[in-house]
């Protein structure tokens, strides 16, 4: 199973990110390749409990799709809608200076998979209380469902 924990993915995330540009005409969605970009920093400062997002949990979430989502063998469906602090329409961080913006993104993955620590892990709005193990196949995952909405 791919996860952060391993070196070879997050290199792989990284050079599938660089190729990425502001122009990558996106497979499904709304969002553009900018939007994106700034919608996975987003997704990684809340890994990080640097950007609050409203619990939404249920006994369900946190348990049956929780496990599916992780760790089963099968790519996230399109069209999921994102909380609203991570939805670059809504309140989300906006788009800056594109490379930066993925350097960003590329800091703050590398911040999560960096031994000792430097932060306690926040509860997932949907799954609750994750493993580190949850937390570095749920960084891949993400990653990988929006590099594959754009084609890299």
């Not at 540009?21 to 969002?31: I, N, S, V």
């Not at 890994?47 to 049956?64: A, Q």
Request: aromatic residues 10%; charged residues 25%; glycine residues 6%.
């Amino acid at each position: 199973m791919k996860t952060l924990r391993l070196e070879g993915c997050q290199q792989e995330l990284g050079d599938r990110l660089r190729q990425l540009r502001p122009d990558t005409p996106r497979r499904w969605g709304k969002m553009s390749s900018p939007q994106m970009i700034s919608h996975l920093a987003d997704g990684f400062r809340s890994y990080l409990g640097l950007r609050p997002v409203t619990d939404v949990s249920t006994v369900f979430l946190r348990t049956v799709v929780k496990w599916a989502a992780l760790w089963m063998p099968l790519r996230w469906p399109h069209g999921f809608r994102t909380a609203p602090e991570l939805d670059q329409e809504c309140s989300g961080s906006r788009p800056s200076e594109f490379d930066r913006d993925v350097n960003e993104v590329l800091q703050l993955m590398t911040r999560m998979t960096r031994r000792p620590r430097d932060f306690e892990w926040p509860s997932h709005p949907l799954f609750g209380k994750l493993s580190e193990s949850n937390w570095m196949r749920l960084g891949y995952l993400h990653v990988d469902h929006h590099l594959r909405q754009f084609g890299c």
